[in-house]
């Protein structure tokens, strides 16, 4: 069955410290992967996404994930979080049109 | 522009009763899509449409749960004899046009079963 796993439930941060968030996915074939934050009472906003070629793909907000086909994985990457970078993160995966999602990583960034 | 929109934002019914939740896509985008997310979890699709067609209800839950798109436009999700499992987010989301392309999501209506 096709799914993405977020390993990690919450994740705490300081702000200025750099930021990882793992993302595993499933699937019979490489699918279209994207990276999504969710802030308290808004909608999801796409961070960025992956459909083919460069396997580093960069976002807005300063975010960046990569690739990796030899680990099924779509790793959230930013160098330095800002408190404003508090939020509910999910990663998806898709093969159509329909996203299948993780469960979501909270991040909570300490001043 | 003016992104998805849906009304209402927060709902609160009783277990039995029928609502309706309305999603307004962006304009001119002919893919329309329903989620659901449980508290804790990450959203799960519902249903998809190209245009006025259900295009894919596979995610649909149980016959109690319905949508229509009449006009290609805006998207009515209708759950009868709610129960308080039901409770959720119901988030609505829109693209241009469907297959590989980005979806662009709503704030969400967050509905209480009571």
């Known amino acids: 069955a096709q799914s993405v796993t977020q390993p990690d439930i919450h994740i705490t941060v300081s702000e200025g410290a750099s930021l990882e968030l793992r993302c595993n996915y499933s699937?019979?074939?490489?699918?279209?992967l994207f990276w999504y934050v969710q802030s308290p009472g808004q909608g999801l906003q796409l961070l960025l996404k992956y459909f083919s070629g460069d396997t580093l793909v960069q976002g807005i907000k300063g975010f960046e994930a990569e690739f990796k086909r030899s680990q099924s994985s779509f790793n959230l990457r930013k160098p330095s979080v800002h408190w404003s970078d508090a939020a509910e993160y999910f990663c998806?995966?898709?093969?159509?049109?329909?996203?299948?999602f993780g469960a979501g990583t909270t991040v909570t960034v300490r001043a | 522009g003016a992104g998805v929109s849906q009304t209402p934002s927060n709902k609160v019914t009783e277990k039995g009763k029928y609502v309706e939740l309305r999603c307004d896509p962006i304009?001119?985008?002919?893919?329309l899509y329903w989620y659901r997310q449980s508290l804790g979890q990450g959203p799960e699709f519902l249903i998809y449409?190209?245009?006025?067609?259900?295009?894919?209800d596979s995610g649909l839950p149980n016959d109690r749960f319905f949508a229509v798109r009449p006009e290609g436009s805006v998207s009515t999700l209708k759950i009868q004899r709610t129960e308080r499992g039901d409770s959720a987010v119901y988030l609505c989301?829109?693209?241009?046009?469907?297959?590989?392309?980005?979806?662009?999501f709503g704030p969400g209506t967050r509905l209480l079963v009571l």
């Open positions: 449409f190209q245009g006025t067609g259900a295009a894919d």
């Open positions: 989301a829109s693209s241009l046009r469907g297959v590989s392309e980005t979806q662009y």
């Open positions: 304009s001119g985008h002919t893919a």
């Open positions: 699937y019979g074939a490489t699918p279209y």
């Open positions: 998806a995966a898709s093969n159509d049109y329909k996203l299948s």
